[in-house]
């Protein structure tokens, strides 16, 4: 399978690569002109492209017509997290981009046992992760990691934005599957998904996100760890609307 590359300089037929794909497409990988691999824009849309010419740190191609990626989902679910501690987040942001996640929000509350800390340089480090996976499960987009969000109200405040943000606690709530996939003529197509740190919510924190919107989901009789519930409810939300076939 062709290496996949992702750049937004796309247009009239042509391509270019320059940074640190480009080193690595011309210095690791010893790409040659005439040598084709993948090129996906910022859209979910991959081209073909054959290497033209190769410069220190520029990679330049010709591409095919452009096609709509495959391994997108129909879904756009934006993945709100509460920080775990001992680098569990980067196992749930890896993951998760394999899973088809559009966005990965971590965020404070009031029971998480992690403090904030260098978050702009922790920062960079997750959205490498997430490209990195992107490339290796073949993903048409670079899904995001924002900064942190420093408390519970700062979530609550976006949910407003979704057709459908789902709030899982630990105390239980309904069952996923009677609101997914929902109505046929209007299924929903931005999902927020809610899960919680080592330390759970607080009754508040519940209460404010079913103010704000949020439909509260309980996962069963078993109580799951912060780094698996993420997984295990995108997964789910990714069967039940038709994404894992």
């Known amino acids: 399978m062709p290496h996949r590359y992702f750049t937004t300089e796309i247009g009239n037929g042509t391509a270019v690569l320059t940074g640190a794909d480009a080193h690595h497409l011309a210095d690791v990988m010893r790409g040659r002109v005439g040598d084709t691999v993948l090129l996906c824009d910022a859209n979910a849309v991959e081209y073909t492209g054959t290497i033209t010419a190769i410069q220190p740190g520029r990679v330049e191609f010709t591409v095919t017509e452009g096609l709509p990626s495959a391994a997108e989902p129909d879904v756009e679910v934006t993945l709100y997290a509460g920080y775990p501690k001992q680098g569990k987040l980067e196992e749930i942001i890896r993951h998760s981009v394999e899973l088809g996640v559009h966005r990965v929000v971590p965020f404070f509350s009031r029971y998480c046992v992690a403090a904030p800390k260098k978050a702009e340089a922790k920062n960079e480090r997750y959205t490498r992760i997430a490209a990195e996976a992107a490339k290796q499960c073949g993903r048409g987009i670079l899904p995001q990691v924002s900064l942190p969000l420093t ?7 976006e949910l407003p934005d979704y057709d459908l943000a789902l709030f899982f606690y630990e105390c239980g709530g309904v069952p996923l599957c009677s609101l997914l996939p929902g109505d046929p003529a209007h299924p929903p197509r931005r999902i927020a998904l809610i899960t919680g740190s080592e330390g759970g919510f607080s009754a508040e924190e519940a209460a404010a996100a079913a103010a704000a919107g949020a439909r509260t989901v309980g996962l069963g ?6 780094e698996t519930a993420p997984l295990a409810v995108l997964a789910a939300v990714m069967t039940l609307t038709g994404n894992l076939e």
């Open 151 to 157: 408390d519970f109200s700062a979530v609550c405040r």
């Open 221 to 226: 009789p078993r109580i799951l760890r912060c």
